[in-house]
């Protein structure tokens, strides 16, 4: 029998596609972590504004699902908040509640991210992967990402798949030039993006 052909990987960086910098949110659960000891935070910080990106916002808040929920819908009510990217409180304990908040305001999950982001986990960490559960989702026009707290977890969620999604110039397609139709259902709001 022969091997199924192998297609030519079609993404990739179109150089004749302007940049186009987001407004992205940085959001750190812990109920220990402060400004000096934020090493997970620091991470995705230092990583988008290297690839050209504006840090909107940051904070840190505790595990609750009161305060990431609040956090956020200030974010989401922000016109200068394009991305929330959260790191923590993704694992299975009592106290880990990230994804439960971030489920409770989305108006649409994007599965794809979690699956993706434990599919390449797989190949550094084994099946600890599966104790995982970053999500992502959109709700009032703004992405939203929770990845777990780990300064290594933030590099391969920015680095394997942000990184990309979060450039216009991304090719086939990217959130970005999804940005100006996410809030389509919404009749006072068409048009608000990058």
């Known amino acids: 029998m022969l ?3 192998k297609r030519p990987s079609m993404a990739g960086i179109d150089e004749t596609r302007p940049f186009l910098p987001v407004n992205i949110a940085v959001l ?12 997970s935070g620091d991470t995705l910080v230092e990583r988008l504004t290297k690839a050209g ?3 909107a916002a ?29 790191t923590g409180g993704t694992c299975v304990t009592g106290r880990d ?20 982001f434990r599919h390449l986990s797989f190949a550094k960490i084994g099946t600890s992967t599966i104790q995982s ?6 709700a009032g026009g703004t992405y939203l990402f929770a990845v777990p707290g780990s300064p290594g977890a933030c590099r391969d969620a920015w680095d394997d798949i942000l990184v ?18 996410l809030l389509e259902h919404v009749p006072d709001m068409k048009g608000r993006g990058a």
């Open 133 to 138: 559960r970053a999500t992502a989702g959109v």
């Open 97 to 116: 509640v990230t994804p439960e908040a971030f489920a409770s305001i989305y108006e649409k999950e994007i599965a794809g991210f979690g699956e993706l």
């Open 164 to 181: 990309h999604q979060l450039d216009y110039r991304f090719r086939p397609c990217n959130f970005v030039e999804l940005m100006p139709r």
């Open 53 to 55: 990106h504006r840090l």
């Open 3 to 5: 091997a199924p052909a």
């Open 58 to 86: 940051r904070a840190i808040v505790k595990d609750e699902t009161v305060a990431i929920v609040a956090q956020l819908k200030t974010w989401i009510a922000d016109p200068n908040v394009d991305v929330v990217i959260s």
């Open 28 to 39: 750190t659960v812990s109920d220990t972590r402060d400004p000096s000891t934020d090493r």
